[in-house]
């Protein structure tokens, strides 16, 4: 138990800089911008107050460490996915990572921004009620599906420092 927990934690690390590196490519290179974590932060800095759902987190009051708040909730739900992806797959993975579940855990992250996070910040069921729905989709399929990426390089580098 104690090697899933520290092999999740460094996974999940490892591939959400690598989804954040890619976010930063897409600004400096296209102009893209990502999802403003302090956004996450003023979201979950609601909770203590009993709320768990804005209008429009965009127009939401700051909450005091939102940004601080926002960043160690995107790595720690880093950390979490590269723990269910080591529960289904075993710890036998990282002795061989394989790209394809890693592909297949990234890609049904997904899930998390269209039907919890997207709704509660107003932005509808898989941003429904943003101007672009479309793009706001793929954005997000794309940043998780680079996760997914992540984690198996992640993983090849567990998997070398292990084994030397």
């Known amino acids: 138990m104690n090697n899933l927990l ?3 934690i460094f996974i999940g690390i490892g591939a959400t800089i690598v ?8 600004l400096k290179i296209f102009g893209i911008p990502s999802l ?12 203590s107050q009993g ?25 720690s739900i880093g950390i979490a996915f590269a723990l269910v992806l080591l529960l289904i797959e075993g710890l036998q993975w990282v002795d061989q990572p394989t790209l394809l579940p890693a592909l297949i855990v990234g890609v049904l992250t997904t899930v998390a921004p269209f039907f919890i996070m ?3 910040f107003g932005f509808g069921f898989a941003a429904s009620k943003t ?3 479309t793009i706001a989709r793929l954005r997000s399929l794309q940043a998780h599906t680079v996760y997914g990426v992540g984690l ?4 090849l580098l567990l998997s070398m420092l292990i084994k030397y």
Request: aromatic fraction near 16%; proline fraction near 7%.
């Open 6 to 8: 520290i092999y999740a």
């Open 19 to 26: 989804m954040d590196l890619f976010a930063l490519l897409l």
């Open 36 to 47: 403003n974590y302090a956004l996450v932060g003023r979201w979950i800095g609601g909770f």
């Open 51 to 75: 709320k768990f759902t804005c209008p429009n987190i965009i127009q939401a009051h700051s909450v005091r460490g939102e940004h601080a708040i926002g960043w160690a909730a995107h790595y």
């Open 118 to 120: 997207q709704p509660a």
């Open 131 to 133: 101007p672009k729905p």
């Open 152 to 155: 198996y390089l992640a993983g």
